[in-house]
């Protein structure tokens, strides 16, 4: 990952942690309204029913040895963890974000199974075939190199492991190219975002296959999460929030200002939330 846009994803997490653990929790994804995206619910049960309809849809009963890839501040990591009784391993570039994440896992008496450091997801410091679980909940985006951290999770996963890659997209291409507008929109979420730039679930596919993964799925479950950014955008704009934000500084009000580029593009259909898992032979 260059130094540039490594140092852009930490300085952005190092700063805007704290402020989504406030007001938030631990979770720092989004949240699932059922299939429709008209259940209502309350936005941290959004975001633990998201983990177990990914679960569900992967067909994933049991796991020993998780590795979360993204983990920010351990949410998905501590909730396997503890849900499998398994080891997790989390990684992160946020030097924050690891250390709350293994105060938290303390607090839940947690420690002695898992295990949070800084890490570079398109070079991990681990051996080949370590985990039978690879976990990327919405990090695929803040990759430079697609092809790169795909055969980095692969290298990590054991023969008979399965990979869940969950990972903002945009829309399918093969019908109709992007439009002018349309590159300008993803070029506003990547500067606000730190992302620098996302592809179609098909092209994630099409990686996947190259590996080669076996017993691919994909899905696109972006009306299911949809309504998370109008969510967000309301719980944004408190006395709590707001202060929060001005101690956070100039690029997370800058993210609170601009949550609005990442619900219309929903609801135009340009950004898509892609599901991806397949099995390492």
């Known amino acids: 990952m260059t130094a540039t846009l490594s140092q852009q994803i930490q300085q952005f997490y190092d700063a805007s942690s704290s402020l989504w653990e406030d007001i938030w929790g631990e979770h720092m994804h989004h949240g699932y309204y059922g299939a429709d995206g008209k259940e209502q619910k309350n936005r941290r049960q959004a975001q633990i ?3 177990e309809e990914l679960l569900q849809w992967a067909q994933v009963q049991q796991a020993e040895n998780i590795l979360d890839v993204g983990c920010g501040i ?9 849900k499998f009784n398994a080891a997790a391993t989390g990684i992160t570039l946020s030097p924050v974000q ?3 994440a293994s105060e ?12 949070f450091q800084v890490a570079d997801a398109l070079d991990m410091p681990f051996e080949d075939n370590s985990f039978d679980l690879v976990w990327s909940l919405e990090s695929g985006e803040h990759m430079p190199d697609k092809q790169k951290f795909l055969q980095e999770c692969y290298r990590v996963l054991k023969p008979g492991g399965k990979l869940i890659l969950v990972t903002w997209c945009h829309r399918a291409t093969d019908e109709s190219p992007l439009s002018a507008e349309e590159k300008k929109h993803l070029q506003q979420i990547y500067e606000v975002y730190c992302l620098p730039y996302v592809i179609s679930l098909p092209e994630y596919e099409e990686i996947a296959r190259q590996l080669p993964l076996q017993n691919i799925s994909t899905a696109d479950w972006s009306e299911a999460v949809a309504p998370f950014w109008n969510v967000v955008i309301d719980s944004a704009f408190n ?5 929060g934000l001005l101690r956070a500084g100039w690029k997370t009000i800058q993210g609170a200002m601009s949550l609005g580029l990442m619900s219309r593009g929903y609801e135009s259909g340009l950004i898509k939330f892609g599901l991806l898992t397949g099995i390492k032979e």
Request: net charge positive.
């Open 49 to 51: 029913d998201l983990i």
């Open 74 to 82: 351990g949410g998905s990591s501590l909730y396997l963890a503890d």
């Open 98 to 100: 690891a250390q709350r």
């Open 104 to 115: 938290r896992a303390a607090e839940f008496g947690l420690q002695h199974r898992t295990n």
């Open 239 to 243: 006395a709590k929030a707001l202060f």
